[in-house]
């Protein structure tokens, strides 16, 4: 595949392909991810935490996801790159909602936005893909709502939440969703999902019988370290990695060892 469209990703559900994906928040990261091969990339709200060090999702503004956005955007030459409408920019009505979109649309470069919700948002989700801008879902734990939830343990355990979960990927796909992420949920109900629709379920979170697996790049480098969920499956230790190098060039500057002779005019 060469480069990712909504239209590829439903492709490769049709196929049997899996497709990756990552976050990336910036520039020289995204080109990393984009030349490693990554089919799509998050612009996540997850920047919330990640980049500006707040507890929850909810204070990152739209004019900062733009800003991520953009020089994502700048880096990639092959992935579809979607970008999370914040919390606030999208949930007092549907005209806000696409104002938000066209804004992320125009502003940043970015090829899709992904919201959080089912039925309560589909107004705004409706409007948005009338304007021909591409939705992807998420539904399962949605941390714009974490003070309704109370906690961020495994959502949609009861057959209640369950049964509305999925309805909402059946409505989300009807209304006409390119894709739809559903974050930890119980992999049994993740596999019922994706079988019942024929958009592609990305999971995190949610085992392995869904059509492809998103991560927060930074948690699955090791850079955060304070973060154990199951789900996290770590490639590297970058925070033990980081730090020695980085008190190593401390070392070399107290002791003048940094820089050497090859390494001056
Ligand atoms: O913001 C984010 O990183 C996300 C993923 C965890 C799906 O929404
Ligand atoms: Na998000």
């Known amino acids: 595949y060469k480069r990712i469209t909504v239209k590829t990703l439903v492709d490769m559900k049709a196929n049997g392909d899996k497709i990756s994906m990552l976050t990336a928040y910036d520039y020289t990261m995204a080109k990393i991810v984009d030349g490693a091969g990554v089919d799509v990339i998050l612009v996540g709200d997850s920047a919330s935490n990640v980049m500006a060090g707040h507890e929850t999702t909810l204070p990152i503004t739209l004019d900062q996801m733009i800003y991520h956005a953009a020089g994502v955007v700048r880096a ?153 969920p199951r789900f996290l499956r770590r490639y590297m230790n970058l925070y033990e990695d980081m730090t020695n190098s980085i008190s190593q060039y401390v070392k070399d500057v107290k002791a003048v060892d940094f820089p050497n002779d090859e390494e001056q005019y």
């Open 76 to 228: 990639i030459e092959r992935s579809l790159v979607v970008v999370d409408l914040p919390f606030g920019s999208y949930q007092s009505d549907p005209k806000e909602a696409l104002r938000s979109a066209i804004r992320i649309m125009k502003e940043s470069g970015g090829h899709a936005v992904k919201l959080e919700g089912g039925k309560e948002v589909k107004e705004s989700i409706k409007r948005i893909l009338n304007a021909g801008i591409p939705v992807m879902g998420h539904l399962g734990l949605t941390p714009q709502s974490i003070y309704k939830f109370g906690t961020y343990t495994v959502r949609a355990k009861e057959e209640e939440e369950a049964h509305k979960l999925k309805e909402d990927a059946l409505m989300l796909e009807r209304i006409g969703c390119f894709a739809i992420v559903l974050e930890k949920i119980p992999a049994k109900l993740a596999q019922e999902v994706a079988e019942s629709i024929s958009i592609p379920v990305i999971g995190i979170g949610a085992g392995n019988g869904v059509d492809g697996q998103v991560l927060v790049l930074h948690d699955m480098l090791g850079m955060t370290h304070e973060f154990h």
